[in-house]
């Protein structure tokens, strides 16, 4: 038989539909007092048909009991790859084009100036070229730099000193090397009369310059710059005195043939009064 309702299909036996639940017809009713007491059997107490399961084995697990959330473990992260092993640094050595620049830059303040400088500053560049070519393997650019400041300051300073030292000397120096210059020619044209003579007596300025006409001879007393004064004489005794164009006196005496050579600051006019005059 069929039901109305959902269309299963049920035995003659069934009083109720197994899968709607509800009364099929067909089937006498069992006998009841009252409406109260008909009361619906729960289809778990029921027995189903042969071949049909019962109404609970077909219903849906309960939904409000989840499952538990199994969480899968936490894998670490991977270990970075092991580095190669790096090969041993060799060990370092010591330029000797640094060690040599190092030294002649010493030396072009001590015993080798100017030329020390130069091959102080060539050797530094050539040490520092090997040391950058080496690599780490070659050490000495500390050496090589201050081999480089001497050579450097070593050509600078000499440079500096000159630049001073000449104008100096053209100022000071020069003037007083000219005078001294004139003194000893004047004294040794004295001392070639005193031996044709034998006495200072009577050398007169004429008679010096014709042994000697590159020197200007005069009768002191005076004070011409580049001028060999002849001063008081004696048979035995000259004197001779040039002043420079700075004022500085050179002052030649002879004894005989034996000659000194002075030099003093001139404070006055030379008097030429015997043995003596006025200057210190």
């Not at 609970?56 to 939904?63: C, L, Q």
């Amino acid at each position: 038989m069929w039901c109305s309702k959902c269309g299963a299909r049920f035995g003659d036996e069934d009083v109720f539909c197994p899968e709607c639940g509800i009364r099929v017809s067909g089937k006498s009713e069992a006998p009841t007092t009252s409406a109260a007491s008909e009361t619906v059997t729960p289809a778990a107490e029921e027995t189903p048909a042969e071949g049909i399961p019962p109404a609970e084995a077909t219903e849906a697990p309960a939904t409000d009991e989840l499952e538990p959330v199994v969480k899968s473990p936490v894998k670490p992260p991977p270990k970075p790859p092991a580095l190669p092993n790096k090969p041993a640094r060799p060990a370092q050595r010591t330029s000797g084009w640094a060690v040599a620049a190092l030294v002649l830059g010493i030396g072009a303040f001590t015993f080798l100036p100017v030329l020390g400088a130069i091959l102080a500053i060539i050797f530094a560049g050539i040490a520092k070229g090997s040391i950058k070519r080496g690599k780490g393997e070659i050490k000495g650019g500390g050496m090589a730099t201050a081999g480089l400041v001497l050579g450097i300051i070593g050509i600078i300073v000499p440079i500096v000193l000159a630049a001073v030292a000449v104008p100096i000397g053209v100022v000071f120096v020069l003037p007083q090397l000219e005078a001294r210059d004139h003194v000893m020619d004047g004294a040794d044209a004295a001392r070639i009369y005193y031996n044709e003579h034998g006495s200072y007596t009577g050398m007169t300025a004429a008679a010096l310059t014709e042994i000697d006409d590159t020197v200007d001879f005069r009768a002191a007393p005076g004070t011409v710059a580049g001028v060999v004064y002849v001063g008081p004489l004696t048979a035995t005794t000259a004197r001779l005195y040039c002043y420079s164009t700075r004022r500085d006196r050179f002052v030649a005496s002879g004894n005989g043939s034996h000659w000194t050579f002075n030099f003093g600051w001139h404070w006055g006019p030379f008097e030429g009064n015997n043995d003596t005059d006025e200057w210190w």
